[in-house]
């Protein structure tokens, strides 16, 4: 009589490999679907296939129209050393509102001049120095020429020989 089941050449029932065979083929289909997924994530295609559409990518932020009216270079003799700073800046306005800010030029310049002159050097080798200097520059700034015509100040230089 013949028997039912296959066996190896030692006698021991064969094992079947359907189980490993369904796990290459999950696993696989698994990677796909995951490659697919995240392609389509990463990479959004431009054109919708079906309705010939064009998809639209919201950007994350919309950048405001913004101005700048650069600063005068300044030197200034520190208090307390023999120093100088050598300062620029430049001030970022409201559109349409760079010739009013131009106008105040010499108001501004002497406002940062005296803030400049008065504070004291050894508060400058603090790390968070700059930050407090230029929060407290731009809030002069915003009280001569108006809080909603200047809306930041950007240091390009701030040196000290």
């Known amino acids: 009589m013949a028997e039912a089941t296959a066996t190896d050449m030692d006698g021991t029932p064969k094992r079947s490999k359907l189980p490993l065979f369904i796990g290459v083929l999950l696993a696989v289909l698994a990677a796909a679907g995951a490659y697919f997924g995240v392609s389509r994530m990463l990479f959004a ?92 520059m731009l809030r002069r700034l915003q009280i001569v020429v108006g809080d909603d015509r200047v809306r930041d100040l950007l240091i390009m230089e701030f040196v000290i020989n």
């Open 45 to 136: 295609p431009e054109a919708d296939a079906e309705s010939g559409d064009a998809v639209v990518v919201e950007a994350a932020e919309v950048i405001p129209p913004v101005a700048f009216v650069p600063l005068e270079p300044m030197i200034v003799s520190l208090r307390g050393m023999q120093s100088h700073l050598r300062f620029s800046a430049q001030v970022e306005v409201a559109p349409g509102a760079e010739s009013e800010v131009a106008a105040l030029m010499p108001r501004m310049i002497d406002v940062l001049n005296d803030y400049l002159r008065a504070v004291d050097a050894a508060a400058l080798s603090d790390p968070g120095a700059l930050i407090r200097l230029r929060s407290q």
